[in-house]
């Protein structure tokens, strides 16, 4: 696999951090807002893109015909979800596999926007009060407003998601909740909160972006155990057919209560959605060839250059896109479990990221369809170039005793090579650092100061990504570092990454665009070693903590800017990733049943958003028309 699937724009918006000791956030934030009115739409920084009286986003088409399917498979995933298999149908708690697409169908407070970054409108709530000191929220919900066997969403329904997700959910979400000060069923349509003084922006936009679930229906179950009746639904969509491991289908609610609001006009389209369940994504592919699998997002450069070129292709009954994405990349890369010994000295990380050699892979695996990737901040104005400013030497300077000299360099780039394979130079460099960090050679191989010897053991769930570490491998054990692709089930894979039993594994971070409290998740102390958190690397700094409150404090977006620079040199200079690749587009294919909205979203592909199927094409989906 040549890149790694990011969380959706929902999942973006509802993950949050752990706890922060730092300066007063949400009322500054929020500081544009205006105050004690109803409001049809919130945004951290500038203006909404869209006015209270507008009809429909401008990349959903309001014409867009119903019916017909789409089958896909899983390719972005987020809190208990794993990509081939699931067992449950919670994907909100920690405990099991979440199955796919189970945002389909819930409503949520608010709704974002794929046209602007952080900005969200009217779903169940018809609008949005804010205080002065914009602590408190209200939530006014639509009379109209009623789950899937038509009772009425209330607002003690969403309190109850609210209290049962922060008390029981998993931790990704529940930590954000707990900034949670007071909350109340002011009546049956009006949900009022009260923020911690300390809670980021990311509390609202996670309180927004909640499943409503029913009270009723959830009483006398137990939240967190395995679920395998599908739940009351609220959102366009109620679950369908399903076996565990194999496929799960989404029935389209015809009669969807919010079908005619401004922001769902034109938007879920298909009467069916169907994820497919497979070992890995070859399997899937093969899939997708005998027309099991309809729509496919194509993430390997090897596929996407030689394997297109199947008779359905040939005669045109599949089609081939790719489609520009001006979503901020985020980051893929090796993580390193600091956590381990073996990684503890930042030079072994250096020495061992100078063998990865991207030319070569991008030429020999990658078919020259990649850029590198040297930043979490790839496509965003955030990633730190040059030497620090001024503004972000005074967040750097108090930390200058515990930084590497690195940081207030200009920040980490990696070699380049020429594409050949032969890194001598590069592999001399890593035998420096490796002895400077006092490592030594016996029997041609490395020995840490401890004695242990240094061997990496790579883990992934997908043999697609192997031929990638090949060449690694091998540059690694030229210099006397052993190290080997080990490839594990889906299962395992997942229990192993929440109790960080690993080496180094592939993981991406995609930032996110507002000042959220979900960055702890991924970089605070805090989340260092709490099981289930994205913080695989095992990042526990101090001057890290102290930017991360910055940038969840910002009251700006000139300080949010800075802040995440200052991040960005520290999370570099220390080396606690091997940075890989991205592209700043998507690999679409698709069997020619679908038509789309003539403008496309700015941020992400839209197709199970907004495309919809064409009407002399319903019955070749599999559907009776």
Known sequence: MTSMPVLGRREFLMLGGAALAGPLLARDAFAQLETDRPLHGISPFGDLKYGPDFTHFDYADPNAIKGGRISTQLSAWSFNQAPDTFDTLNSYVLRGNGAAGMGLTFASLLTGSADEMGAYYGYAAESVTVSEDRLAWQFRLRPEAVFHDGSPITADDVLFSITILRDEGHENLASTLRQIEEIEAVDERTLSVRLHPMAGISTVFTIAGCPIMSRGWWEGRTFDATLSEAPLGSGPYRVGRFNFGSFIEFDRVEDDWASALPAMRGRYNFDRIRYDYFRDRNASFEAFKAGVILFR????????????????????????????????????????????????????????????????????????????????????????????????????????????????????????????????????????????????????????????????????????????????????????????????????????????????????????????????????????????????????????????????????????????????RILRAEHYYIFQWYKPARWLAFWDFYDRPETGPRFGHGVLDTWWTRPDQVRATGMSG
């Open 297 to 568: 997002e194509e993430f390997t450069s090897r596929n996407w250059a030689n394997d297109y070129n199947f008779p359905a292709l040939v005669d045109g009954r599949v089609k081939l896109d790719e489609v520009p994405d001006e979503t901020p990349s985020g980051g893929q890369a090796w993580f390193f479990n600091t956590r381990r010994e073996k990684f503890a000295d930042r030079r072994v990380r250096q020495a061992i990221g100078l063998l990865f050699d991207f030319e070569w892979t991008n030429k020999n695996i990658m078919f020259d369809s990649f850029e590198r990737s040297n930043s979490f901040y790839e496509m965003t104005e955030h990633k730190a170039e040059g030497l620090p400013d001024e503004a972000e030497l005074a967040l750097l300077e108090p930390f200058r005793d515990e930084l590497p000299e690195a940081v207030f360099e200009e920040p980490y780039l990696p070699p380049v090579s020429d594409g050949t394979g032969r890194i001598r130079e590069r592999q001399r460099e890593a035998i420096a650092l490796l002895e400077e960090a006092g490592c030594t050679r016996e029997g041609g191989r490395f020995v840490l100061p401890s004695g242990e010897p240094l061997i990496i053991e790579f883990l992934n769930n997908s043999q697609t990504f192997e031929a990638h570490h090949n060449g690694f491998i091998r540059n690694l054990q030229q210099i006397g570092i052993p190290a080997s692709y080990r490839l594990v089930d889906a299962s395992q894979y997942s229990l192993r990454t929440r109790q960080f039993d690993f080496d180094m594994i592939v993981s991406r971070h995609a930032m996110a665009p507002y000042p959220s409290r979900g960055i702890r998740q991924s970089f605070g102390s805090e989340t260092a070693n709490a099981p289930g958190s994205m913080n695989l690397a095992g990042v526990a700094h101090p001057a890290v903590d102290a930017i991360l409150d910055r940038i969840i404090a910002a009251q700006s977006w000139e300080e949010f800017r800075t802040a995440n620079r200052a991040l960005d």
